[in-house]
């Protein structure tokens, strides 16, 4: 996934000429998540990756409710794809294609 999201951010910022930044999040409490993508200091979205297709990390959750992220999603290798609130669990496939990962 990190591979795929850093390609990702170069090509928008090859084709379009937005700063692109790839972090992650993590708090004092130690709840964090994968991913996030900034375009132009301003973050598009957040990734968390998983094994399988199990439910909804903790994680997710909180920061849904106290960030301006706009969408956050949970990827794994199953095959499970719904939406919750601001998070979706996609698997990675569909994921790539969704975000027309290169």
């Not at 795929?4 to 928008?12: A, H, T, V």
């Not at 972090?23 to 990734?47: G, N, Q, S, W």
């Amino acid at each position: 996934m990190a591979s795929q999201l850093l390609k990702y951010c170069r090509w928008i910022e090859d084709t379009q000429g937005h700063v692109m930044e790839l972090r992650y999040l993590r708090d004092t409490d130690k709840r964090e998540i994968d991913f996030v993508v900034l375009k132009d200091k301003k973050p598009l979205f957040a990734v968390e990756c998983k094994s399988g297709d199990k439910a909804i990390g903790p994680s997710l959750h909180y920061f849904s409710e106290r960030t301006p992220i706009p969408r956050f999603y949970q990827t794994h290798l199953g095959t499970q794809h719904y939406e919750s609130g601001k998070v979706t669990v996609i698997p990675f496939g569909k994921l790539c294609e969704a975000l027309d990962l290169p």
